[in-house]
């Protein structure tokens, strides 16, 4: 994630303000330009941006709801921005736990758009695409009793969630009972939208023989496989070729899981390069790393790499000084980071039916 000002006193700001700190200015977030705006409104009941001259916005209509800070130009016919037009169901925002649920939900959603939109992912909604597009269905679990809870997945382009996700202390009960090392709400996301991708970049391109040299056959049998996870757990020595236990479920979830990581890893290198950081380490012979590039820019996935695995083991070092859990508590193992190339050179088009580009 980049890091961003007002541009009316220059005073740093992050994605998810709608208010500069400094000097109060409203703040909109211009998805296309990856900017932030500071603005005033003006006599029609618009917005205009100073810094802009000539141009005038207003808000997405969730940003009445304090779950969104994106703007659009006045001329557009659209009542939501980029990254809400994808939702298909919200929970009952009259209850004030779903909305307050709801809006974290909206916080990571809108990163993960962030993100696709960075790497140039292709988003269509169910306006472009009626039976495939990607939309989000938040869900509230029933009344107890009077029904199965929710369960987050992904079925034809509509990811539902969970909305109890959103309670940190019924997600962490979950990652604890599950033996997971890591869940978070952005986590969710980033996996579901790879079960989406998978239908769209593997499938629908026909890179299915290019996918399964990787992954693995996709044409084993899900619900036995995920029957067989469940009982069994992952097989002995996981370790050395996935991401995690629950990637060795299925080749799907496999993709899904390291496309997740993958997107763990660009944002993170994009945050840290924000910020200037560097890993130099006092002792002679450890990892170190200076992020001098664009982690989402095109070319080869191994700048990537090599800066990512020093800075874990920094981060993941200054996490136990905190006496907390480690940032990134995972291990990349030599197929695991062949998996994540291949989702480099997928995300970049450098994959050519028939044939793995050099």
Sequence with gaps: MRL???????HVVHFENDHCEHCR?????IAPEFEMAALQPDAAGHWHAPARPGRSFRFCENAELQACNWILPVSSPDRYCAACRHNRTVPNLAEADNMIAWRRMETAKHRLIYTLMRLAMPLPNRADDPQGGLVFDFLADPPAHRGPKVLTGHDSGLITLALTEANDAEREHRRTLMGEPYRTLLGHFRHEVGHFYWDHLIRDQGLLAECR????????????????????GAPTGWQDAFVSSYATTHAWEDFAETWAHYLHIVDTLETASAF??????????????????DPYAPGEFSPLIEAW?????AMNSINRSMGLADLYPFVLSAPVIEKLGFIHRLVHRRIIVGRQAA
């Design 25 to 29: 200015r409203r703040l909109g977030y």
């Design 276 to 293: 200037g950081i560097e890993v130099h380490p006092t002792i002679g012979g450890a990892p170190e790393t200076k992020i001098g590039f």
């Design 309 to 313: 695995l020093p800075l874990t083991t």
């Design 213 to 232: 040299a990787v992954f693995g056959n996709d044409e084993a049998d899900y619900r036995t496989a995920l029957q067989v996870h469940y009982r069994d």
């Design 4 to 10: 961003f000002k007002c541009d009316n006193c220059d």
